[in-house]
């Protein structure tokens, strides 16, 4: 997967391309002059000229490359979209401090050459770039910037796909109401407008996860095909097959919400994806205490995680714990899940998964009687707890803590002192 970085962001004439290829295919302009059996002199004039010589000449090298003018010749707004299509989509690779860089590189070209399509667009990147940092108070600044932009410039397209972005990070809030209301609001427009496919996908799949998380997993499983009919491609399209699987899943479902990642696997081209799916399919084998095969496809999923990508690390290794616990293969499961969540939660790891980690730990730590692992939540909670402004962050942490007090005032037993160091 292409990962970009500022020193790749190269914007060149047309003509400058052009002359690119022609040595890169020829070795030197002096071979192609000679191949075409014209003077150096002549040929040098052609790639230097913004017009690219004659008519005569343009179809000679669209017949010598095979690709029209427009393709070896890109323009500078259409080099700027190669970039930001790259980044629209896999914006969620871009954690680190120094990739602001390069967006705000591309900003400024965009800003400079007055490209409204593509300054939308880079607008929404930087918006989604927090996002994913979870740094939600600049994201919803950031997508309101990206709103604006789209509305000013008349770009329904984008306003509608960015719209979607801001309820989503309410969503990721666990705010419903608000998530629901700001789709409602998209969807008064959405009728009497023809969108392009992308924009349609991200509405009828967002409306979708919110029903599907507030359990209407018939409504969501309606929307989720209604995404389908309009998916611009496999990937959007595995993606929405997947979800139908997940509300199969959550009806009990689960051979039907098999068949859904299956069908969702054998077409979804980014490997990314694939190992959501792929933990996906373990969950479901897990759910129906097939841990062997659960095993076999969370090893899958594990295989195909890239190296440094944390968030995915995170969600398959606390499926391939939680069945190491479940098959009674390993003492030591939540131990090791509980001091991998406290040495990478600041690696912008979603909020919510860390919940999740540590509400695992306790519940099966509680079942279990483990009294170590117990005291070591609750420190680890206390810890992460401090110096927190998340709301739902904190009360998640809080409600954690309040468990571990409740389970020991229960069983009248003294309480340890642990300590648990954070590795960086």
């Not at 005569?56 to 323009?75: T, V, Y």
């Not at 896999?90 to 593509?118: F, G, P, R, T, V």
């Not at 919510?352 to 005291?375: C, H, S, T």
Request: with cysteine; charged share 30%; net charge positive.
């Amino acid at each position: 997967m292409i990962k970009l970085s500022t020193e790749d962001i190269i914007i060149k004439k047309p003509n400058e391309l052009l002359k690119d290829e022609v040595i890169k295919k020829f070795g030197s302009i002096t071979e192609f002059a000679n191949f075409l059996g014209k003077s150096r002199e002549i040929i040098s004039r052609y790639l230097n000229s913004t017009k690219l010589g004659s008519n005569q000449f343009k179809i000679r090298i669209i017949n010598i490359f095979g690709k029209g003018i427009d393709e070896l010749a890109r323009s500078e707004e259409e080099q700027i979209k190669n970039y930001t299509d790259l980044l629209f989509d896999d914006i969620y690779l871009y954690d680190q401090d120094s990739d602001i860089n390069m967006i705000a590189k591309l900003k400024n070209i965009c800003e400079e050459k007055n490209y409204k399509n593509e300054l939308a667009k880079i607008l929404r990147i930087e918006a989604m770039y927090y996002f994913y940092r979870n740094e939600m108070l600049k994201a919803e600044k950031k997508i309101m910037n990206a709103i604006d932009c789209a509305s000013k410039y008349n770009l329904k397209n984008y306003e509608i796909h960015f719209k979607c972005d801001l309820a989503m990070m309410y969503f990721s809030k666990r705010d419903y109401l608000t998530t629901e209301k700001l789709l409602n609001e998209i969807n008064l427009n959405f009728i009497n407008n023809d969108f392009e496919k992308t924009s349609k996908h991200k509405y009828y799949y967002s409306l979708g996860t919110l029903k599907n998380r507030t359990c209407f997993y018939d409504e969501a499983i309606e929307l989720f095909n209604k995404s389908i009919e309009c998916a611009p491609n496999n990937r959007y399209k595995g993606v929405s097959l997947a979800s139908i699987g997940i509300s199969l899943k959550n009806k009990c479902k689960y051979e039907a919400a098999l068949n859904y990642y299956f069908r969702a696997l054998r077409i979804q081209p980014n490997r990314d994806k694939q190992v959501s799916v792929l933990n996906n399919i373990a969950e479901a084998y897990k759910t129906i205490k097939n841990y062997d095969i659960a095993m076999e496809y969370i090893m899958k999923a594990i295989s195909l995680v890239e190296k440094g990508n944390v968030k995915f690390i995170f969600t398959v290794y606390i499926t391939y714990l939680e069945i190491l616990v479940l098959r009674g293969d390993s003492d030591n499961a939540l131990k090791q899940l509980l001091e991998w969540t406290y040495n990478n939660e600041s690696k912008h790891i979603t909020k919510g998964n860390i919940i999740r980690a540590l509400e695992i730990i306790v519940d099966l730590a509680i079942k279990n009687n483990q009294y170590d692992v117990l005291e070591m939540a609750d420190q680890v909670a206390f810890d992460l707890s401090k110096d927190n402004t998340f709301e739902f962050y904190i009360k998640g942490l809080n409600g954690i803590m309040g468990d571990i007090v409740r389970f020991f005032r229960i069983k009248n037993i003294e309480r340890m002192e642990v300590k648990i160091e954070k590795i960086y």
